[in-house]
């Protein structure tokens, strides 16, 4: 954090020294509500006006025994009076629970950072589940820190003392007297907070004023304790006029195609079966069910993507989603989909692997799955959003190009993307695109329907079932040409395999030319894709600002590329790649445009920091 200068505010001896932002890291046992305040303090962020980043961090196990390392929960928050696009390398505050979130976490916070820690959970026992043989509060491993020792559990005991709570429920509450002391830290305001509260528990009166005794409790006691030197508060940031809520990937999603099924007209069909980090998309449109969105949780991940090609034929819009391991099982019925024409969306919200690999970790390893990972010749359309509120826009767009060109569309989200949140921008209705997908209504041809005519976009017309005179023969055999008859022909064989590649070839024509970010020729140029956005764009924005020749370039389009990119490529004298695998971008531009670009990989379950990118940035440079 930087700071900017120091006020005097009302209240004793109260000092609040304004910064431009801050990176806040909660973290505790899986139960201890991390997430809980992880998303309230972002919430109240947001609604004071800073932009922030989030990353949040769920342990793999979903019941590691309490007070282990594998049992660690944690929710990153970075917020700022400047635009920002990462969570942080690194963290200025860190309320670690107990000592196995100390542990995991304490090499992020920077020297000199502020740690808050419950000293009551520092017992013998703690100490042995989390590996320590001496106590860090008391052996001087903390000395290059600002430690903040509080009885945590005896603090929130009494605070909701009087209201009949067992023991254990009384201590369930402990993570509001933590977010109250962070909020009172960093200035924030608390009437959100409050308002959730009392919605969350209404109808529990004991709950509720527990809550609310507790998160004023943890204010006061910042007010009160004389342990901080000084409040910090970070003002507004500059951003552009409009309506602003917190979103995150997995959120953004949902309202994504459930904004392209109004556009187009089509009820939405949501078809999944329950998969980290995926499953919260299902749970958000299930709760969309009063307006014409319908879900179905299916029994596996072959049942999810055939009910879904049985709505697109039935003439829904048609989307399931899964994560990696999922979507290898889809891969036959994708290949029915392709074979067929018929428009579906697969979200692929990926995740560390191989097979269960890393349920709760991020990666970006499903690239070539889903560029190939089917038999034969069976091209598709592919896009993969770039931040958290990007997936609203790349998911209308994928709803737009399957509904256009008659074929399945794979969105690549990822788990940093899908859980990681910042402010968005609410559109207005009248400035969403167009999506334009009217169902054939009569006979194509003097002697009947022939389902694989083609219109100039190689799309084959959308015949619902049980339209008069549209009767039709559809499956995984291959058709022949117009007639969409069986056909074993070679020639014909030949013939369609070529046209649905030239369908999915044109969809070039029908998407935005890669823009250069920086200037349009140079030493090199950064290219990335997904969720590996912000850090790119914050390293190249810092190399340049030192003087370095370098540029930026996403892709949001992978599948076909945009038309433009062999041309922007050729403008620069090195290319580097970052990607969270072992190199699967980097593989398909290197064959397709001969460009010797390089690499800079990374499969360790999360983003990449800043400064990994700029240290990889210098050394393209240098060699």
Same mark, same amino acid.
């Given at each position: 954090?930087?700071?900017?200068?120091?006020? #005097?505010? %009302?209240?004793?001896?109260?000092?609040?020294?304004? &910064?431009?932002?801050?990176?806040?890291?909660? /973290? *505790?046992? +899986? $139960?201890?509500?991390?997430?809980?305040?992880?998303?309230?303090?972002?919430?109240?962020?947001?609604?004071?006006?800073? #932009?922030? %980043?989030?990353?949040?961090?769920?342990?793999?196990? &979903?019941?590691?025994?309490?007070?282990?390392? /594998? *049992?660690? +929960? $944690?929710?990153?928050?970075?917020?700022?009076?400047?635009?920002?696009?990462?969570?942080?390398?690194?963290?200025?505050?860190?309320? %670690?629970?107990?000592?196995?979130?100390?542990?995991?976490?304490?090499?992020?916070l920077y020297e000199g950072g502020l740690l808050v820690v419950n000293s009551e959970a520092f017992t013998d026992d703690g100490l042995e589940k989390a590996g320590y043989k001496t106590n860090p509060l008391e052996d001087g491993s903390l000395n290059n820190y600002r430690v903040v020792s509080i009885p945590l559990t005896r603090l929130n005991r009494d605070a909701v003392e009087g209201l009949g709570l067992d023991r254990k429920a009384a201590d369930r509450c402990k993570n509001f007297y933590t977010l109250g002391l962070a909020y009172w830290i960093y200035n924030?305001?608390?009437?959100?907070?409050?308002?959730?509260?009392?919605?969350?528990?209404?109808?529990?009166?004991?709950?509720?004023?527990?809550?609310?005794?507790?998160?004023?409790?943890?204010?006061?006691?910042?007010?009160?304790?004389?342990?901080?030197?000084?409040?910090?508060?970070?003002?507004?940031?500059?951003?552009?006029?409009?309506?602003?809520?917190?979103?995150?990937?997995?959120?953004?999603?949902?309202?994504?195609?459930?904004?392209?099924?109004?556009?187009?007209?089509?009820?939405?069909?949501?078809?999944?079966?329950?998969?980290?980090?995926?499953?919260?998309?299902?749970?958000?449109?299930?709760?969309?069910?009063?307006?014409?969105?319908?879900?179905?949780?299916?029994?596996?991940?072959?049942?999810?993507?055939?009910?879904?090609?049985?709505?697109?034929?039935?003439?829904?819009l048609a989307v399931t989603g899964t994560s990696g391991p999922g979507l290898a099982l889809k891969m036959e019925a994708i290949g029915l989909g392709i074979m067929t024409e018929l428009p579906v969306i697969i979200i692929n919200v990926q995740r560390g692997g191989p097979s269960t690999g890393l349920p709760t970790k991020t990666e970006q390893a499903d690239l070539l799955q889903a560029w190939g990972g089917r038999n034969g010749e069976s091209p598709l359309a592919i896009v993969a959003p770039a931040t958290p509120s990007d997936c609203f826009t790349m998911a209308?767009?994928?709803?737009?190009?399957?509904?256009?060109?008659?074929?399945?569309?794979?969105?690549?989200?990822?788990?940093?993307?899908?859980?990681?949140?910042?402010?968005?921008?609410?559109?207005?209705?009248?400035?969403?695109?167009?999506?334009?997908?009217?169902?054939?209504?009569?006979?194509?041809?003097?002697?009947?329907?022939?389902?694989?005519?083609?219109?100039?976009?190689?799309?084959?017309?959308?015949?619902?079932?049980?339209?008069?005179?549209?009767?039709?023969?559809?499956?995984?055999?291959?058709?022949?040409?117009?007639?969409?008859?069986?056909?074993?022909?070679?020639?014909?064989?030949?013939?369609?395999?070529?046209?649905?590649?030239?369908?999915?070839?044109?969809?070039?024509?029908?998407?935005?030319?890669?823009?250069?970010?920086?200037?349009?020729?140079?030493?090199?140029?950064?290219?990335?894709?997904?969720?590996?956005?912000?850090?790119?764009?914050?390293?190249?924005?810092?190399?340049?600002?030192?003087?370095?020749?370098?540029?930026?370039?996403?892709?949001?389009?992978?599948?076909?590329?945009?038309?433009?990119?062999?041309?922007?490529?050729?403008?620069?004298?090195?290319?580097?790649?970052?990607?969270?695998?072992?190199?699967?971008?980097?593989?398909?531009?290197?064959?397709?445009?001969?460009?010797?670009?390089?690499?800079?990989?990374?499969?360790?379950?999360?983003?990449?920091?800043?400064?990994?990118?700029?240290?990889?940035?210098?050394?393209?440079?240098?060699?």
């Open positions: 954090m930087s700071s900017m200068e120091t006020v #005097d505010t %009302a209240g004793p001896q109260r000092k609040v020294e304004v &910064i431009e932002g801050a990176t806040v890291r909660f /973290a *505790g046992d +899986s $139960g201890d509500g991390m997430q809980v305040m992880g998303a309230q303090f972002s919430t109240s962020s947001v609604i004071h006006g800073n #932009d922030i %980043a989030t990353l949040p961090d769920f342990p793999a196990e &979903i019941r590691a025994p309490a007070g282990t390392l /594998a *049992g660690v +929960s $944690g929710f990153q928050i970075n917020f700022s009076s400047q635009e920002i696009y990462t969570p942080g390398d690194g963290i200025d505050t860190l309320f %670690a629970m107990n000592p196995a979130a100390l542990k995991v976490n304490l090499a992020d924030r305001p608390i009437e959100p907070t409050v308002k959730w509260i009392e919605k969350k528990f209404a109808g529990k009166s004991d709950l509720m004023e527990a809550n609310l005794r507790t998160f004023r409790a943890g204010w006061n006691y910042g007010e009160t304790a004389e342990l901080f030197t000084s409040a910090y508060h970070v003002e507004k940031a500059d951003i552009q006029p409009g309506v602003y809520r917190k979103i995150t990937g997995n959120s953004a999603l949902v309202l994504g195609v459930a904004a392209a099924s109004k556009l187009s007209g089509k009820d939405l069909f949501y078809a999944s079966y329950p998969i980290t980090p995926a499953s919260d998309i299902l749970h958000e449109v299930s709760a969309l069910k009063n307006h014409g969105m319908m879900t179905f949780q299916a029994e596996d991940e072959i049942a999810a993507i055939c009910a879904a090609l049985g709505a697109a034929f039935g003439g829904s209308l767009e994928a709803c737009r190009i399957a509904l256009k060109f008659m074929t399945p569309v794979i969105i690549l989200s990822d788990g940093y993307l899908a859980n990681g949140a910042e402010p968005w921008r609410i559109p207005e209705v009248d400035d969403l695109p167009a999506i334009d997908a009217p169902f054939c209504t009569k006979p194509n041809a003097e002697d009947g329907f022939n389902p694989y005519t083609r219109d100039e976009r190689l799309a084959r017309p959308w015949a619902v079932p049980g339209t008069p005179g549209l009767q039709h023969r559809i499956g995984g055999l291959e058709k022949q040409h117009i007639t969409g008859n069986v056909s074993y022909d070679p020639k014909n064989h030949d013939f369609m395999v070529k046209l649905r590649q030239d369908k999915i070839d044109g969809i070039a024509n029908d998407i935005p030319p890669l823009k250069v970010f920086g200037d349009e020729s140079g030493d090199l140029l950064v290219l990335g894709w997904g969720g590996t956005y912000g850090s790119i764009t914050t390293a190249v924005e810092r190399a340049r600002k030192a003087g370095k020749k370098v540029s930026q370039a996403h892709l949001r389009y992978l599948n076909p590329f945009p038309k433009n990119l062999g041309e922007v490529l050729s403008r620069f004298k090195k290319v580097l790649i970052p990607e969270l695998n072992l190199g699967q971008l980097r593989t398909l531009i290197r064959a397709k445009y001969l460009i010797d670009a390089k690499g800079l990989n990374k499969v360790q379950g999360r983003p990449f920091q800043v400064a990994e990118v700029l240290e990889a940035i210098d050394k393209a440079l240098e060699d």
